[in-house]
């Protein structure tokens, strides 16, 4: 199949959808199909060979966080001109929802056109006054595919109809066989606590972390706690316990297998704004134990406490006491990490690329059997 | 010299010299004056801006996602100074969020000369709204300059004629009109230099 994937975000700056966008794409040629990206990238941005960009992008303030997104009249016009020379026999749109590349490709296209709604929570005044155009252009989507329960109830809530849940991929044995990083793995009386994200973004909850690091380290007096993400963080209100708090500043793909693999315990202290939560599912894959807050997304990927440990959102005393239960407990830890290791299969490439292809497939046969212009592209 | 001399030169001297600090004073309070009313004619054209620009995101004249994104900055823009607590010197990022927004969502000329006739008079009617804002901006930080150089004389901080108001400081934000679109001033037929 020809398949044309739009990416809503810029590859200047890597993040979730992009990744997710990236390992899809390179499954998907992996299985023989021809695979174009457009995605908005400045033209110095080391890019594969099968990404298209639009061209520089704009920071701009959206959903809480800053963004690069490209729009705009230019914008626009390579988008149209992607579609019309592209000639794909399906069109995959991540995050229409959000105003970017998702939506301004939704906007200049027709035909089969499959959806993949990542994100929960849309708090957007405009984007709601908008929405009697928005449900025209949604409804142009003949397949929505929802990377989880959340993501899935914001497309309900907001425009209406329904999608498919498959969740994002994971390449599982690639945390499975992670090598260990003796500088980032726990010694007897040395514990490893691991966190991972955006340092000076309120809602991955570092700061509810660094919160709780007085109540660990009065208990745990040796443990280590490691903090990897772009951004910037002050730990000396901390006083002596900043000692025990080390930023690693932002790490790479394989830095990153090796942090979750070393670590004891992965910690997900988000106070919102998460529709899934792939790390958790990283961290599982590499055994180790996670301790998360309990937002509706890490409830469903940890099975309500089944496979990891959970705590109230933003609560620090609680996720203090979580952390100290799973460090003092190496039993139970890894009766958690067992039961993980085996329920991860299900966020495996190899099966979530199956589910997702499916989608296209049925789609594609839709048009073919309705609609003279299937693989047509207006623009 | 009898004691009533001395004291009638030494009277005059005082009368002089508190005179010469009255006028220092009157001076300065008109320059904090004239601040303020900068500052409300500043306040006044940022938000006829931010109007502007959501007058032109709900026409639909933008594509959906330049639509969207003008109207996010030009309310956060707006709110920047309407909110409670909100102050004019912490609103400077969401104005130049809003113009860098603008800015990338109009594009080049010829964008602009494609659009409807809606379209290009919203377009019009936003560049002028913008030009305002230069215009207020600049007045405002002169003003702004000539209050601070005032209280840097030495006998204006001695004698703390400034009292406790404020030291005012110049409002920085990007206003930069993108030079390819047509200027505010065109369609009047005049050119600014």
Redesign the interface.
């Known amino acids: 199949m020809r398949i044309g994937i739009v990416c809503p975000y810029s590859f200047d700056v890597p993040g979730g959808v992009q990744f997710h966008i990236r390992d899809l794409a390179g499954a998907l040629i992996e299985r023989g199909h021809s695979v174009s990206v457009l995605a908005p990238a400045d033209s110095d941005t080391p890019v594969p060979d099968y990404v298209h960009t639009t061209g520089g992008s704009v920071p701009v303030h959206y959903n809480g966080s800053v963004a690069r997104l490209a729009f705009g009249p230019m914008a626009a016009a390579r988008t149209r001109r992607w579609l019309a020379d592209g000639q794909f026999d399906v069109l995959h749109i991540h995050e229409p929802l959000p105003p970017s590349l998702g939506l301004l490709a939704l906007w200049n296209a027709d035909g089969p056109i499959v959806a993949t709604f990542h994100s929960a929570q849309v708090h957007s005044r405009a984007l709601s006054l908008a929405r009697p155009v928005m449900r025209s252009q949604m409804e142009k989507i003949k397949g929505a595919i929802a990377v989880s329960e959340d993501a899935r109830r914001t497309l309900v809530d907001h425009m209406g109809g329904d999608a498919v849940i498959i969740p994002n991929g994971v390449h599982v044995a690639t945390f499975a066989t992670a090598r260990h990083r003796p500088e980032w793995s726990g010694q007897p009386g040395r514990p490893v606590v691991a966190f991972l994200g955006r340092l000076d973004e309120p809602r991955k909850g570092l700061d509810v972390l660094l919160r709780a690091v007085p109540t660990i380290r009065a208990a745990l007096p040796g443990v280590r706690f490691l903090v990897a993400g772009r951004g910037d963080v002050q730990v000396k209100s901390l006083g002596a316990d900043a000692a025990a708090v080390e930023i690693l500043g932002p790490v790479d793909e394989d830095a990153k297998c090796g942090l979750l693999a070393s670590a004891d315990l992965y910690v997900a202290p988000h106070t919102g704004g998460e529709s899934f939560g792939i790390v958790l599912v990283e961290a599982m894959s590499a055994g180790t134990g996670v301790v998360a807050s309990d937002l509706g997304a890490f409830r469903r990927v940890l099975d309500d406490g089944a496979l990891g440990t959970l705590f109230p959102t933003g609560d620090a005393e609680a996720l203090a006491r979580a952390v100290i239960g799973r460090l003092e407990d190496p039993e139970g830890t890894r009766q958690l990490t067992d039961a993980a290791s085996a329920a991860v299969g299900r966020y495996d490439w190899s099966n979530v690329v199956q589910r997702i292809v499916a989608v296209y497939e049925t789609v594609v046969q839709g048009h073919g059997e309705h609609g003279p212009e299937a693989g047509r592209w207006g623009g | 010299m009898n004691g009533a001399e001395v004291a009638l030169i030494v009277i005059a001297a005082v009368l002089v010299v508190g005179w010469a600090v009255w006028l220092s004073a009157q001076r300065l309070d008109r320059a904090h004056r004239r601040v303020n009313t900068a500052q409300a004619s500043l306040v006044h054209q940022l938000v006829a801006r931010s109007v502007a620009a959501l007058d032109l995101?709900?026409a639909?004249v933008l594509?959906?996602?330049?639509?969207?994104?003008v109207?996010?900055?030009a309310?956060?823009a707006l709110t920047s100074l309407t909110d409670d607590g909100a102050r004019l010197t912490s609103s400077g990022p969401a104005q130049s969020?809003l113009s860098?927004?603008v800015r990338?969502?109009?594009?080049?000329r010829q964008?602009v000369a494609q659009m409807d006739e809606l379209g290009r008079e919203l377009v019009g009617e936003l560049a002028s709204a913008w030009y305002r804002v230069t215009l207020a901006r600049r007045f405002y930080n002169q003003a702004v300059g000539l209050v601070r150089r005032r209280r840097s004389g030495k006998a204006v901080r001695a004698l703390r004629l400034a009292g406790r108001t404020p030291m005012p400081i110049t409002f920085e934000m990007d206003d930069t009109w993108p030079e390819d679109l047509p200027q505010a001033t065109e369609s009047e037929g005049r050119t600014v230099s």
């Open positions: 995101a709900h639909g594509d959906p996602v330049s639509s969207i994104l109207a996010e900055s309310r956060a969020e860098n927004t990338q969502a109009l594009g080049h964008d």
